[in-house]
């Protein structure tokens, strides 16, 4: 409760005309003040005037008064500074630590704020806000999806970030472990990342020239190479080499249990994304320099067209044949590369060296793709919104997962706007 306090306090949605403290004095409000998400007072650098004299200092908002004491705040002198204690219950009077006594105000936040608040932060759907969307302009909608589109390239840049100083500017290397956890396609990210972290650049490298080494570099390190397929010649052989290459580098393979096969059609099991992998990787990975010299989305896409042939051509996994299928990535699972690979990538760039011109190409890139199909997005457009390409739907994945699933609805544009429109409401 002392979140929507915070938030009626921040937001003044209240009746700011006739405002007294619990003593009786005229209370009147020229700044709330700057939220504080740390430790200390709950808003920074507020300006008030009681019975027309001017306080400048902070706010500090609780349910009952008597939490002032309860948290300590009577002996440190951190929350000397406060000017005003804001409570919805007056139940004590509050001291500084020097005995001072501080201003208190009461507030109560409209019944209807309250009980809407409640209904969309407990134990509400997924998309509490679903039956109240019609009350909002559909161009409000749309300027809040696109601040959330730019939400999650910078959410997804600083995961880039880490990687860039992890591997001390290597951009390369960066793109080699970000490709390698968008080749899992969400269930198997996480391993592929682990993969690719575990195996420098700089080892595959020096094999560049052999696809069958890099295949085996690839699944030995995986971890998928420690079981036994004696009938399996193909297998045979690149257990034998990963042993060569384990032992010439040090490697410590992953666990097999680490990728998940449940729910994934056998065309998007490891071993074959592996292989793809392998391609990308075969004759030397300047996979980066690539991505920045090439303008188009057609020439982007050919980038990652790959066609595996031999082995990998009538098999998902090792022993097992499996009928000839078409095996390469279709332009959607190319296009989702393009989305959280390639425009990531050179937003991150772009902010790094100071040019817009890769920052504007890869809003450019989500712009003139087409968006994701998933459940969030399904979601959505139950509830009426519908989306025209990749950078709207990544703005609904952004909020879903960020706001939605978080409850954090006192945060998100669409819920402040109910909410508003709530505390005003008789």
């Known amino acids: 409760m002392e979140k929507l306090m915070q938030y009626v306090w921040q937001h003044l949605l209240f009746d700011t005309s006739q405002l007294t403290t619990t003593d009786g004095r005229r209370l009147q409000i020229i700044d709330a003040g700057q939220l504080?998400?740390?430790?200390?007072?709950?808003?920074?650098?507020?300006?008030?005037?009681?019975?027309?004299?001017l306080w400048v200092g902070n706010i500090e908002i609780h349910r009952l008064a008597s939490d002032w004491k309860r948290h300590g705040h009577h002996a440190d002198k951190a929350y000397d500074s406060v000017i005003l204690h804001v409570v919805e219950q007056d139940d004590a009077r509050v001291c500084r630590s020097n005995g001072e006594v501080i201003p208190q105000f009461v507030l109560r936040p409209a019944p209807t704020l309250r009980y809407d608040y409640e209904r969309l932060t407990n134990n509400a759907p997924s998309l509490p806000c679903g039956e109240q969307l019609s009350e909002i302009d559909a161009f409000f909608v749309t300027?809040?999806?696109a601040s959330l589109s730019l939400e999650r390239l910078q959410a997804k840049s600083e995961r880039i970030a880490v990687w860039y100083d992890l591997y001390r500017g290597d951009w390369e290397e960066v793109c080699y472990v970000t490709l390698s956890r968008n080749m899992g396609f969400g269930i198997n990210g996480d391993a592929f990342e682990r993969l690719a972290r575990s195996l420098p650049l700089a080892f595959l490298r020096k094999h560049a020239d052999s696809?069958?080494?890099?295949?085996?570099?690839?699944?030995?390190?995986?971890?998928?190479?420690?079981?036994?397929h004696p009938q399996d010649n193909y297998y045979t052989r690149l257990a034998g080499e990963y042993a060569f290459l384990q032992n010439k580098f040090g490697l410590h393979?992953?666990?097999?249990?680490?990728?998940?096969?449940?729910?994934?059609?056998?065309?998007?099991?490891?071993?074959?994304?592996?292989?793809?992998?392998a391609h990308y990787i075969c004759g030397g990975f300047s996979l980066f320099a690539r991505l920045c010299e090439t303008p188009t989305l057609d020439e982007l896409r050919k980038l990652f067209q790959v066609q595996l042939s031999g082995y990998w051509n009538t098999h998902y996994t090792f022993d097992n044949v499996s009928p000839v299928s078409s095996a390469v990535l279709g332009t959607p699972a190319i296009d989702i590369i393009l989305i959280n690979t390639v425009a990531p990538l050179l937003y991150s760039y772009g902010t790094y060296v100071g040019d817009d011109r890769y920052i504007d190409r890869a809003q450019t890139i989500w712009e003139s793709l087409r968006p994701e199909q998933n459940s969030?997005?399904?979601?959505?457009?139950?509830?009426?919104?519908?989306?025209?390409?990749?950078?709207?739907?990544?703005?609904l994945i952004q909020l879903y997962n960020e706001y939605c699933m978080a409850k954090k609805c006192l945060y998100c544009r669409i819920g402040h706007k109910l909410l508003a429109k709530a505390a005003i409401r008789k």
């Open 211 to 228: 696809l069958f080494q890099i295949e085996a570099f690839l699944l030995g390190q995986a971890g998928l190479l420690e079981e036994e």
């Open 253 to 277: 393979p992953l666990p097999s249990s680490a990728w998940k096969f449940s729910r994934l059609r056998p065309q998007n099991f490891p071993h074959r994304r592996l292989a793809m992998l």
């Open 376 to 395: 969030i997005i399904r979601r959505f457009a139950a509830i009426g919104i519908e989306v025209r390409n990749a950078l709207e739907s990544q703005a």
């Open 143 to 145: 300027d809040w999806l």
């Open 36 to 53: 504080n998400t740390d430790a200390g007072p709950d808003f920074f650098n507020a300006k008030i005037r009681i019975d027309g004299c």
